[in-house]
């Protein structure tokens, strides 16, 4: 059954969940128009939704799904821990298990709190670097991702009529963003270590932290430069700021996180996703002197952190499963297929005859519909205009009907289940959806 079909069970679901969500969803990554594909079950790397029709999952909920969907071990932790309890206000051991999973894989990984969300853990990440440098700002790279909280919301896709001319200027994501939150927002711009310095320098008496993701799929899923690095590690011991490095997806590239990969010394580290095995998750983690700020142990915190939630013992669960599973030879060989993958998919570019170009690292792949150099947020925004974006949605769009699931952004990913003919399967769909891009221009 192709995709759309005003006859199927998930059109017919569509129009239910019109009634009862603002525009038909719940979730922003998950509607499409006319209407949503609705899941029925998955197993593997392969999901078959409510008529039946399977597809390989090629975004595994946005990287969180590293080993498949119900993998074993993690079913059976899951299960075998909902039987016992769910929720309830005592400590866990499994809790302690999971830190321990955690905790020593890279030398700033020392302590670590627990939260339900990346966006939390980002949130929690900002109050206690505030909390430890008594400083209000916060910098982060134009156009970066770091979930919802308003602050790491500052200027997520800002666009050249509010950008800025010469440099990056706080723009306000959601509307009726408060002009007050602006005011400590320090945006730079990614991997250009001069602008950078010069603007952290200005704001460098009333900077708490540097907010940065190492691979930011927005600025095109290049890593941070060396030079970017080495010019943090410097503005650190020059302004006493800190460093948060938001590896709620990129940790995934490496056994030890992005930082062990990349070089990069944080004060502060922000978790999710893979760490809770497919369950709701979330951490701050860092240097026994940062994260001495949550130490709530002889009275109030410095910066309190706690929720109803918070290390829930199913997502300690199956983050214990997932964790024991992610070993360097799993990454290795899952990093390895990436570079294959990648190739693959720029054969098929080149074969169709179409602009583009495959970007990513590990097991990580983006696609993009220019040949234009992607530097930073700016460079890719000017690749997704004239129609390249549109372009992009219509590809994703024909790789649903051709088995394959991606993301509209151009994202993809790998599981573990995948071997080298899932690569070619979506290498083929990706040369079938380039190619009948080219008949409709044509
Ligand atoms: C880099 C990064 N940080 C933070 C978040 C927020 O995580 P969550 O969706 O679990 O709130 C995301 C989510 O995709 C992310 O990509």
Redesign the pocket.
Known sequence: MAYPDPDSRSAALGARARAVFPGGGTRSLTQLAPYPIYAREAEGCRVTDVDGVERIDFINN?TVQLFGHSHPAIVEAVVSQAERFMSLTLATESEIELAEQICGRAPSLQRIRFTN??????MHAIKGARACTGRPKIAKCEGV????YDYAEASLDPDPQNWGTDRPRPVGYAKGTPAGLLQDAVIIPFNDVAQSREILDRHADSLAAVLV?PV??RCGGLPMSPAYIEMLHDFRRSSGALIID?E???FRLHEGGAQTLYGLEPDLT?L??VIGGGM?I?AVAGTEEAMSVYDSSAGKAACPQSGTFTANPLSMAAGVASMRMFTKDAIDRLNALGETARERLREAFRIAGVEGQITGEGSLILFHMSDEPLADYRAVYRAGTEGRARRLEALFRSLLNHGVITSFTGMACLSTPMEEAEIDHLADAVLAGLRSLEREAA
Do not use: I, L, N, Q
């Not at 969300?117 to 980002?122: I, M, P, R, S």
């Not at 991702?145 to 919802?148: I, K, N």
């Open positions: 946005y969300t990346g966006t939390e853990a980002v991702y770091h979930g919802a993701d930011p799929s938001d709620v997806v990129c922000t999710g996703k709701p979330g």
